[in-house]
């Protein structure tokens, strides 16, 4: 079926870099955007950027974001990879991916996955 | 940056009856590009509705969006038990892509 999974939790330290997989099946990979989304614990939907997994554009990030995060994709897996670094603690977080096509919204979401950041 | 603004912030109400949810957009969504959301504790959110008025696929049509310019509505007619949720509007006509603070629906 279609879906998007995503890579397991995360614990980190201050100031390290992390990396989540969001690994895209049951469809052609090319074909959707996928988007990042973040909750931190207890709060709202956070938009982080958008990758174009045929690689026609180059990724767009939110402001809050831009210097920190890193969008990519691997054709050959189906897989697309989000990195952040120089994490606080408020980046403890749920980090989500979601693939949107046309003039849907964001009609797959991955299961998410769970980045705490602590010393 | 467009601002999503959710009300009522929570709502309360029992099985059978209506649920009216607003978000009010402080800039015109272009081409109606609005979604709404439903997201239960521990899942990932669910798309409810596109393009302010088209219910996604499976989702039945009890659930109804409608509205334009800056002012949409997500609708739930006859409430159901599995029905509590958090609801959110999100526009995707312009970057950055934007989400109102969401509506907590509680069924009593």
């Known amino acids: 079926q279609v879906q998007v999974v995503q890579s397991g939790a995360e614990v980190k330290k201050p100031g390290a870099s992390v990396r989540v997989s969001c690994k895209a099946s049951?469809?052609?990979?090319?074909?959707?955007?996928i988007h990042w989304v973040r909750q931190a614990p207890g709060q709202g939907l956070e938009w982080m950027g958008i990758?174009?997994?045929?690689?026609?554009?180059?990724?767009t990030y939110a402001q809050k974001f831009q210097g920190r995060v890193t969008l990519t994709r691997d054709t050959s897996t189906s897989t697309v990879y989000m990195d952040l670094s120089s994490l606080t603690s408020e980046d403890t977080a749920v980090y989500y991916c979601a693939r949107r096509g046309g003039i849907q919204g964001f009609d797959i979401w991955g299961q998410g996955t769970m980045v705490t950041v602590s010393s | 940056e467009i601002v999503l603004t959710q009300s009522p912030g929570t709502l309360s109400l029992s099985p059978g009856e209506r649920a009216t949810l607003s978000c009010t957009a402080n800039h015109i969504v272009s081409s109606n590009y609005l979604a709404w959301y439903q997201q239960k504790p521990g899942q990932a959110p669910r798309l409810l509705i596109s393009g302010a008025s088209s219910r996604a696929t499976g989702i039945p049509d009890r659930f109804s969006g409608s509205g334009s310019g800056t002012d949409f509505t997500l609708t739930i007619s006859r409430l159901e038990p599995g029905d509590s949720a958090v609801y959110y509007c999100q526009q995707y006509t312009d970057s950055p892509i934007t989400f109102g603070q969401g509506t907590r629906l509680e069924i009593k």
């Open positions: 990758i174009n997994p045929s690689g026609g554009t180059t990724p």
């Open positions: 049951g469809y052609s990979f090319t074909t959707y955007y």
